[in-house]
Nanobody, 127 residues
Framework: QLQITESGGGLVQPGGSLTLSCIVSGFALEHYVIGWFRQVPGTGREGISC????????NYVKSVEGRFTISRDNLRHRAYLQMNNLEPEDTAVYYC????????????????????WGRGTRVTVSS
């Protein structure tokens, strides 16, 4: 059974850092594009970063570019989102998503592009 689990969320002060992990099971990660999304209550799910199957292509929404880094380790069935210089506006529930095959920089930040989702991990940035 395909399963995605996020971890690493928590409370952090502005300017701090967190690393989120996305652990997958039930499928071969190397065949899947991975995306990270976040959602604030009352708003839609925002695509913030994505990475191709081999990790060589990435894309970021402008609001996190230069602060967040997406990566993956296919052998360990994991993807990561390193978040630095966090701001209160980064407070949200963060989700990992997966889609089989065909990476597209144009599409990979769209939530409806993905077939599989985790349940999210909460990140709170506050002093």
């Amino acid at each position: 059974q395909l399963q995605i689990t996020e971890s690493g969320g928590g409370l952090v002060q502005p300017g701090g850092s967190l690393t989120l992990s996305c652990i997958v099971s039930g499928f071969a990660l190397e065949h899947y594009v991975i995306g990270w999304f976040r959602q604030v209550p009352g708003t839609g799910r925002e695509g913030i970063s994505c990475i191709s199957q081999n990790g060589q292509m990435t894309n970021y929404v402008k609001s996190v570019e230069g602060r967040f880094t997406i990566s993956r380790d296919n052998l360990r069935h994991r993807a990561y989102l390193q978040m630095n210089n966090l701001e209160p506006e980064d407070t949200a529930v963060y989700y990992c998503a997966a889609r089989a095959f065909d990476y597209s920089a144009h599409s990979c930040l769209a939530s409806d592009w993905y077939a599989y989702w985790g349940r999210g991990t909460r990140v709170t940035v506050s002093s």
